[in-house]
């Protein structure tokens, strides 16, 4: 099974939960409706990538771009967790990008087919190490960033989540449960774009000024 870091231990990871639309200017910029309740759909373990490692672009796509966001790694498991109880089944908090073949994606939208594979290929989720969730009392004082090839292409603060941390929790474990090692991503503000065999991509993780965490992959 695949693993992730956490205070140097090695975590197995049994699923990844993905987060869309949950932030508004990104809803706006894909032209979708902002949601009433949170939009969610799975990764295998199989598509993550450690840092230093290699994003591959599928051939039956020429359009995969990066969405850049905030993972969440599950120590305790549970189903139905009330809200209020959210933050102690959290172990970590890192950085992710959710690679997303946007014309597979969009086919399958047009013809009302499930759009899995542009979101669940091989290495499709970069992930960084996590730092431990007590660590960070305050989720909505960080920040995201991405540069592509050292420019930056996307910036988003975590305070303008739609739904934060503990209400995806809550919302996630009242239909499918959640195991310890699982990693949610929690969606991306705007700013998606597309990337090419060569470019570089660094994530980050922003506690004010200091980075708290990043994982850096190339595109081929």
Do not use: C
């Given at each position: 099974m695949p693993t992730v870091s956490l205070d140097s231990r090695s975590i197995a990871v049994p699923k990844i939960l993905c987060i869309g639309r949950n932030y508004a200017e990104h809803a706006k910029e894909m032209k979708a409706e902002?949601?009433?309740?949170?939009?969610?759909?799975?990764?295998?373990?199989?598509?993550?990538?450690?840092?230093?490692?290699?994003?591959?672009?599928?051939?039956?796509?020429?359009?995969?771009?990066?969405e850049v966001e905030l993972t969440v790694l599950v120590g305790t498991g549970g189903s139905h967790i009330p809200e209020s109880e959210a933050r102690k089944h959290i172990a970590g908090f890192g950085v992710g990008l959710d690679m997303t073949l946007?014309?597979?994606?969009?086919?399958?939208?047009?013809?009302?087919?499930?759009?899995?594979?542009?979101?669940?290929?091989?290495?499709?989720?970069?992930?960084?190490?996590?730092?431990?969730?007590?660590?960070?009392?305050?989720?909505?004082?960080?920040?995201?960033?991405?540069?592509?090839?050292?420019?930056?292409?996307?910036?988003?603060?975590?305070a303008d989540l739609i739904f934060p941390v503990e209400q995806l929790i809550a919302y996630l474990s009242r239909f499918v449960?959640?195991?310890?090692?699982?990693?949610?991503?929690?969606?991306?503000?705007?700013?998606?774009?597309?990337?090419?065999?060569?470019?570089?991509?660094?994530?980050?993780?922003?506690?004010g000024t200091s980075t708290l965490t990043r994982v850096t992959v190339s595109v081929q």
């Open positions: 902002i949601p009433s309740a949170p939009v969610f759909f799975l990764k295998p373990s199989t598509a993550l990538v450690a840092d230093g490692g290699v994003v591959r672009i599928p051939s039956i796509s020429n359009d995969m771009h990066h946007r014309d597979v994606q969009a086919e399958a939208k047009k013809k009302g087919l499930p759009w899995a594979l542009a979101k669940g290929f091989d290495t499709s989720a970069p992930v960084s190490s996590f730092v431990a969730a007590d660590r960070v009392p305050k989720v909505a004082s960080l920040s995201l960033e991405l540069l592509v090839n050292g420019q930056v292409r996307q910036r988003g603060s975590l449960t959640l195991e310890a090692g699982d990693i949610i991503y929690t969606g991306t503000p705007e700013g998606v774009a597309r990337v090419i065999p060569g470019e570089t991509m660094e994530a980050k993780l922003l506690g």
